[in-house]
């Protein structure tokens, strides 16, 4: 059963715009979430975070938004770049282990 | 140059054989986990180990197996056992605290 899932496979945005990256999770208990970018053909790399005690978090033109109790929390990229084309994956960490749930990822296309 | 190194790239091999894929880390983090991503897929966890000579089971764990005989080092077998092993394959650490895990670059098996 998927405990993280994201919705959206794909997303196109143009050069400049916002770009809005949705994922919504089911169990409660975890208490810190991440967004990883991923090229093909390589590993995952760590884009921002964020805990579950707050709502917010910004890093440059990236910002991740928690709503805990709508199970749901986005990434914002703005303003969205060509080199943003990728695939995005959150993640969401257990309280009480060490392990990672990762969403299906969705791919982000910034048109120039 | 702290980082997880994850050899080969790219792995072939027959139906029938066992194979073993390399992950060190020079970190010195304390866990280390292996997923497999399939194509449209998310992540999924097949082991993750927290402490030297120890590792738990993750969601897709038949027909692998793994050793945590050193703290830098995590290998993972995929075995004859394994139905469908043509994945892309990758190792991640972290310490216990919550931060995010850092990956490999990942290494590509394909079963001909």
């Known amino acids: 059963d998927q405990q993280v899932k994201q919705n959206s496979p794909s997303l196109s945005v143009q050069e400049g715009r916002i770009s809005i990256l949705n994922c919504d999770y089911t169990n409660s208990m975890f208490d810190y979430f991440l967004w990883y970018k991923k090229y093909p053909a390589e590993g995952p790399t760590f884009l921002i975070s964020i805990s579950s005690i707050k709502d917010k978090n910004e890093d440059g033109r990236f910002t991740v938004f928690l709503n805990k109790s709508a199970k749901h929390l986005s990434l914002h990229i703005v303003p969205s770049q060509p080199g943003d084309s990728a695939v995005y994956f959150c993640?969401?960490?257990?309280?009480?282990?060490?392990?990672?749930?990762f969403g299906t990822g969705t791919s982000l296309t910034v048109i120039p | 140059d702290g980082g997880i190194t994850q050899s080969p790239k790219y792995l072939f091999r027959k139906e029938g054989q066992n194979v073993t894929l390399s992950c060190e880390q020079n970190?010195?983090?304390?866990?280390m986990y292996w997923y497999r991503q399939d194509p449209g897929q998310g992540l999924r966890l097949i082991y993750y180990s927290q402490i030297v000579n120890d590792f738990q089971k993750g969601d897709i764990a038949e027909g692998y197996s793994v050793s945590r005989e050193k703290k830098e080092s995590f290998p993972l077998t995929v075995t004859s056992a394994q139905k469908n092993p043509t994945a892309f394959y990758l190792c991640?650490?972290?310490?216990?605290?919550?931060?995010?895990?850092?990956f490999g670059q990942g290494t590509r098996l394909t079963v001909v």
């Open positions: 993640a969401a960490r257990g309280y009480t282990g060490n392990q990672f749930y």
């Open positions: 970190l010195n983090h304390d866990a």
């Open positions: 991640a650490s972290n310490n216990r605290a919550p931060t995010e895990a850092f």
